[in-house]
């Protein structure tokens, strides 16, 4: 059996995005659903906030799939023990499976929903992430008060949460293909550049999903990846062109769309879990279901790593699964 | 559709465990694979000490399963990011998902191994989770050199590694049906405490398993929960009686079997991940193939947590996926 598996049926039938105020201030800041000008999004510190923007997202996702109601959630975030997502869905009372992909978990997630529902253990699941920008640097670098200064190479993670559900009985952005992540070790030990760390994995997913399905870049209208920014888009360009593939136009970023470079200090670009996530919901979902896109090959992208991890030295470990989306 | 799911052919065909000097010395001694006096696992910090263990755990297993090669790897732990698993596992180069569900992230990554072979995605999946006692405690508490005071109700963080290859194609204990677990807060923010947290998950998915099916705890030769250690074993007993449902002499808990409490200073008994996984690899599934036990109700049990949460006063939120294992 290869690497890729085919799903029949599985759609995304409702999508919704919530995100803080820089993201609302980016060029796709129209797009979201909601957004919380103070980032708190009613909570008092900013794991809880991050919990609420993920609460907040699974609650328009429901109202948006109307009659289809989950009966099981995946879903993770980027925090010690991802507690945003315990946290933030518990109220929902909806079977739990809790993941952790890092960056890469917006995929991850509707990639297990996908098999769930291929294996027809349920009619209806929902796929849940999200990130936070302050929870984040507190968590892997500096409380925000501490103003640390940050490398041009760094990425700065979005204040955003996504949420799907999927199920196989209406029409909506077909998840035809999926394909798991390889962990990829390429020797980047330096958090400030996690664009660096991940590319290599996205290249391998890339190659391995064109040579496996007999396809060219030019079969798809986008090859979409999470958060590699701009050091490890161009990265992931050089990677794949050493293969004697040329990604050229076809390669987008969600980290690279979200905010607008010339006007917010983001360095790199975006990341953490609740970038690809939004995106997806607010810009590449829209575009295939008003036709501007037909065929994406999407792919979160997740740097491995702890605290612990980078005061021990060790090195970052990139992960990119892939789902190949169609309408 | 109800919350339990059916599974056709779905095989643990392999299982391996390694453990430390500890859980060599408690009454399960003997039945483990492997076991390091040191704990090291020829690692030089605990947690990379963690991730050997897993890795160890993994080449045993695969060793036992001879043809039988995963194509998916399931895999969680307990630290910051899961790194355990991605340090751990990386070598392998196998499609990989990570999960986090506490130390129910055995039964939850068996759970998702099957849902993926029963929609054919692949022909074998491996399941591996892991915990580290000094791990743990620098996570979760204090490192080992603040020699912090324990409460009577505190458990002791197993050091172990289970591995588990899943197929169709070959004999085996059969994992049967399975069934999700929901998050449950009752309202314990007490850290020295997970027993009481995770006991009321523990009721709902017992309690629901059987409403589900028709069954009673007789219709089992046990029901097995991971870690909820004495205090949580006794709280389980009192809310199913509450609900009408004896579990007197049905109910087993890893974390009550893996130390001998006379001799060794375990407190309320074992915790972790690699407890329940360790303890099923070593003793519930060899009791199951050799005929002691034909028909047993697996729930690893998982507090949901994390050193922010727990700072912040928050409360521990349990879960506990349960698999029927036949054989």
């Given at each position: 059996m290869g690497r890729i598996v085919n799903f029949e049926g599985v759609r995304i039938v409702a999508a919704a995005s919530v995100v803080g105020k820089e993201e609302h201030l980016?060029?796709?800041?129209?797009?979201?659903d909601e957004y919380d000008e103070s980032d708190r999004f009613g909570a008092d510190t900013w794991e809880k906030a991050e919990a609420g923007a993920q609460g907040r997202a699974l609650a328009l996702a429901l109202k948006k799939a109307g009659?289809?109601?989950?009966?099981l959630l995946f879903a993770g975030d980027l925090q010690n023990q991802c507690m945003a997502s315990a946290e933030g869905l518990i109220s929902y009372g909806i079977p739990f499976f809790g993941l952790y992909g890092a960056c890469s978990t917006a995929t991850e997630a509707l990639l297990l929903a996908s098999l769930a529902l291929s294996a027809g253990a349920v009619k209806c699941c929902a796929a849940v992430t999200s990130s936070h920008f302050a929870a984040a640097e507190r968590q892997f670098?500096?409380?925000?008060?501490?103003?640390g200064q940050r490398a041009p190479t760094a990425q700065w993670t979005a204040t955003a949460a996504g949420a799907f559900v999927l199920t196989k009985e209406r029409a909506g952005v077909r998840i035809s293909r999926g394909m798991a992540g390889r962990m990829v070790d390429s020797g980047i030990a330096d958090a400030a550049n996690m664009g660096a760390a991940m590319a290599p994995a996205a290249a391998d997913s890339i190659l391995t999903f064109l040579r496996e399905t007999g396809?060219?870049?030019?079969?798809?209208d986008a090859i979409v990846t999470g958060d590699l920014g701009k050091e490890g888009s161009r990265l992931l360009a050089v990677l794949c062109e050493r293969e004697g593939v040329r990604l050229s136009a076809k390669h987008e970023d969600c980290g690279c769309l979200l905010y607008d470079g010339s006007k917010q200090d983001a360095h790199a670009g975006a990341s953490g879990c609740g970038c690809s996530a939004s995106v997806l919901a607010a810009h590449y979902l829209p575009r295939l279901t008003e036709g501007l896109l037909r065929r994406v090959l999407f792919l979160s992208t997740g740097a491995l790593m702890s605290p612990q991890s980078v005061q021990q030295k060790g090195n970052i470990i990139g992960i990119a699964p892939a789902l190949l989306l169609e309408f």
């Open positions: 980016g060029p796709l800041g129209g797009a979201f009659a289809n109601a989950p009966e670098r500096f409380p925000l008060e501490y103003g396809t060219t870049p030019s079969d798809y």
